[in-house]
């Protein structure tokens, strides 16, 4: 059973910065065909924030280029995702997400409240 667990999620002010960790069980890392981190806002629809595929590849959004980094650690099981610049359209609901055998895990989420 595949299990992901989010921390580091916070209250941190205008321009500051947090690392998300999303510790993964069940399943080794390297294994995943992909990972993910992916935001909801209040009122709004859940939305893919950064994302990794089994090869390495990866994406961002446009609102999050150059500010956050999506990274692995296989060793400790763990995907992260540092995030700089913070700004208050930043604040929402963070969640992990990954890929493996043909289905779809998500973590409880993590709260990251970016102050003005």
């Known amino acids: 059973q595949v299990q992901l667990v989010e921390s580091g999620g916070g209250l941190v002010q205008f321009g500051g910065s947090l690392r998300l960790s999303c510790a993964v069980s069940?399943?080794?890392?390297?294994?995943?065909?992909?990972m993910g981190w992916h935001r909801q806002a209040p009122g709004k629809q859940r939305e893919l924030v950064a994302a990794m595929g089994s090869g390495d590849t990866i994406n961002y959004a446009d609102s999050v280029k150059g500010r956050f980094t999506i990274s692995r650690d296989n060793a400790k099981s763990t995907v992260y995702l540092q995030m700089s610049s913070l700004t208050p359209e930043d604040t929402a609901v963070y969640y992990c997400?990954?890929?493996?055998?043909?289905?779809?895990?998500w973590g409880q989420g993590t709260q990251v409240t970016v102050s003005a």
């Open positions: 997400n990954v890929s493996y055998d043909w289905h779809d895990y």
């Open positions: 069940g399943v080794n890392v390297f294994s995943l065909n992909g």
